[in-house]
T-cell receptor
Framework: DARVTQTPRDKVTEMGQEVTMRCQPI?????VFWYRQTMMQGLELLAY????????DSGMPKDRFSAEMPDATLATLKIQPSEPRDSAVYFC???FGQGQETQYFGPGTRLLVL | AQKVTQAQTEISVVEKEDVTLDCVYE???????LFWYKQPPSGELVFLIR??????QNEISGRYSWNFQKSTSSFNFTITASQVVDSAVYFC?????????????FGTGTLLAVQP
């Protein structure tokens, strides 16, 4: 049963610290998405990769967030420096296709910035 | 602009009741996809169904069924004979064809509580 995996599942950190979240997409999938879920904003797209190339990161605060795919089996989302308003659940999703493919979500990383 | 509306914030039913979750969408595109996801208390998002705009046939999967009506821009989800395990937040989503992004536009979700 192929699944998207994310680490860590939970992260508590202090304001100003760097946070790195990792995602392993389903083997063979060529698209990776990062979403953030908060009570106020709901689910919002932060970044989108296809074949490891970033296609859209317009939803991401550029000054402190960065997303990369070092290889096809790993996607990372970094926040530096972290702020309390970054507290949220961060989901990674993967899919296969050129557009409108189904996105399969990981379990999420619950981030709390104190 | 694309938009998904789930007007029902919370629904509470007793086990074995049927329940319908409403989803209304707005889009200028003629080709689009609609999705339903389930988010149980454990937090993960579970894919339930994907439907393209050219296929208006209703779909049934076990106790789950979906009614897609382009004329009313609705994609409603019905659970028959609900069970406690169905308790979750359910999200309807629309794929955005604008630009190069395969962005899912989510509704605000409907919290379904099934009481024993």
């Amino acid at each position: 049963d192929a699944r998207v995996t994310q680490t860590p599942r939970d992260k508590v950190t202090e304001m100003g610290q760097e946070v790195t979240m990792r995602c392993q997409p389903i083997l063979g999938h060529n698209t990776v998405f990062w979403y953030r879920q908060t009570m106020m904003q709901g689910l919002e797209l932060l970044a989108y990769f296809r074949n490891r190339a970033p296609l859209d990161d317009s939803g991401m605060p550029k000054d402190r967030f960065s997303a990369e795919m070092p290889d096809a089996t790993l996607a990372t989302l970094k926040i530096q420096p972290s702020e309390p308003r970054d507290s949220a659940v961060y989901f990674c999703a993967s899919g296969f296709g050129q557009g409108q493919e189904t996105q399969y979500f990981g379990p999420g990383t619950r981030l709390l910035v104190l | 602009a694309q938009k998904v509306t789930q007007a029902q914030t919370e629904i509470s039913v007793v086990e074995k009741e049927d329940v319908t979750l409403d989803c209304v969408y707005e889009t200028r595109d003629t080709t689009y996809y609609l999705f339903w996801y389930k988010q149980p208390p454990s937090g993960e998002l579970v894919f339930l169904i994907r439907r393209n705009s050219f296929d208006e046939q209703n779909e049934i999967s076990g106790r789950y069924s979906w009614n897609f009506q382009k004329s009313t821009s609705s994609f409603n989800f019905t659970i028959t004979a609900s069970q406690v395990v169905d308790s979750a937040v359910y999200f309807c989503a629309l794929s955005d064809l604008g630009g190069a992004t395969n962005k899912l536009i989510f509704g605000t979700g409907t919290l379904l509580a099934v009481q024993p």
